[in-house]
């Protein structure tokens, strides 16, 4: 009988690791951060409080939540010499590889060179939560010659990050409606991003590298690249009328087509982020008037159920997010980094818990390659 391990690609239902952080019912569209469920903290809570509870644990006192905001508050300011790098990148670069590049800069401006330092970790975990809408914006601004914005001590996260990208202060809808969904975003188990963040928080690299690395993976369309993904999509279709042939058109051409914003390893249900993106979109757009977008994919969500709904394929959280984000005014290709600003608390969370009792990840592979191979020097070499 063959001993070898079984290989399970991508490796579904393969346990990474244990954690507290969070918690995934794909079946019931249950997600909890912290044993609490996060369409509660959507309507709820705040960002500031909500990162807070993923990287500590537990709801924050009031004094905790005003130390920490206000600590957050006051590392927003980036140094003079990384808006000069920001605005060195190329204009016509994407936001995450400005944010990937910023992200690596901002841990030597501001260094935490191991990670054995608990009051220096906890520095960095701030610096990153706080700093990185200022440089997402800052890149955002800078491209279109733009003036880079200070950021206001008087305004909460969400709020001052609306201001820094707009020059403008957000309406109350607007503001709850980026903060909820900074929320839904902001953890998620053992997705590829996280995994990625834990593999690289095992080497005992320091803090900036565990996110910049998280914030690689995150890019690819099959994971956070995919909201950018479905406004393109949204915009191929072009109305309502176009849907259902546009998607036969797709499918006639390659059976495998994938529609972006559906699907998930571990929902086979609509994902309940999605409905709750829905929801508070809902309240936005009272202040505006429904997006055509948005419109184009309700319909898109009805057919495709008929279709796709008996394999349990489903809208995701990215189904809807971006039609939100446009029509807050936001850039299709900032969409992705708004999710890394939110997802940094819950990679940071599990930083921290994977530096407890840190083993370094190192997997087994299924050897497919050749052996013995007899090397040929390249003067005898074709
Ligand atoms: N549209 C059509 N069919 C799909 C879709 C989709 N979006 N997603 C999966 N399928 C089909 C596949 O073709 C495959 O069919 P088959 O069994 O006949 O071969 C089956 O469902 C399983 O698909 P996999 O890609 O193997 O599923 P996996 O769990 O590996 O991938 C993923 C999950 C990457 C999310 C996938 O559903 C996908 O590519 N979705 C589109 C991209 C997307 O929206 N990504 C965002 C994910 S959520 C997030 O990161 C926030």
């Not at 994977?354 to 050749?370: A, D, M, Y």
Request: proline share 7%; glycine share 6%.
């Amino acid at each position: 009988m063959s001993t070898e391990p079984e290989y399970r690609p991508g490796l579904e239902d393969v346990p990474a690791a244990k954690s507290a952080v969070s918690f995934l019912d794909g079946k019931k569209a249950r997600l909890e951060y912290r044993g609490i469920p996060v369409e509660v903290l959507a309507k709820e809570s705040c960002f500031e409080e909500v990162a807070w509870l993923l990287i500590k644990g537990d709801l924050p006192t009031q004094k905790q939540l005003a130390e920490f905001d206000h600590d957050l508050r006051h590392r927003r300011a980036i140094h003079y010499r990384l808006k000069d790098l920001v605005k060195c990148l190329p204009a016509d670069g994407h936001p995450m590889d400005a944010l990937h590049a910023t992200v690596a800069a901002l841990g030597m401006f501001y260094p935490c060179k191991t990670v054995s330092d608990p009051a220096k970790n906890w520095d960095a975990t701030l610096r990153l939560v706080a700093a990185m809408p200022t440089v997402v914006t800052a890149f955002a601004r800078a491209r279109r010659g733009e003036e880079i914005l200070e950021p206001r001590a008087d305004l909460d996260h969400s709020a001052n990050f609306y201001y820094m990208l707009t020059g403008k202060e957000p309406t109350p809808a607007t503001r709850k409606v980026l903060d909820a969904c900074l929320i839904l975003h902001a953890e998620h188990t053992m997705n590829a991003s996280t995994f990625t963040a834990r593999v690289t928080g095992s080497t005992l690299a320091n803090p900036y590298h565990v996110v910049g690395a998280a914030i690689g993976s995150l890019a690819g369309p099959l994971h956070g690249g995919a909201n950018e993904e479905v406004l393109h999509q949204l915009a191929e279709i072009g109305s309502v009328e176009n849907v259902k042939p546009w998607l036969d058109a797709k499918r006639a051409a390659d059976p495998k087509f994938k529609v972006m914003g559906l699907g998930h390893r571990v929902y086979k249900v609509k994902d309940g982020r999605a409905t709750v993106v829905q929801e508070v979109a809902e309240q936005a757009f009272a202040e505006t008037s429904r997006p055509k977008t948005y419109e184009i994919a309700l319909e898109l969500e009805k057919y495709c159920e008929g279709i796709y709904g008996p394999k349990g394929i489903y809208p995701n959280v990215d189904f809807y997010s971006g039609v939100v984000y446009q029509s807050l005014g936001i850039p299709v290709d900032v969409f992705t980094p708004i999710f890394a600003i939110a997802r940094v608390a819950g990679w940071l969370a599990h930083w921290h818990e994977q530096l407890v009792g840190n083993r370094i990840f190192r997997p087994e592979q299924i050897s497919t390659g050749k052996h013995d191979v007899k090397y040929v020097p390249l003067a005898e070499r074709p």
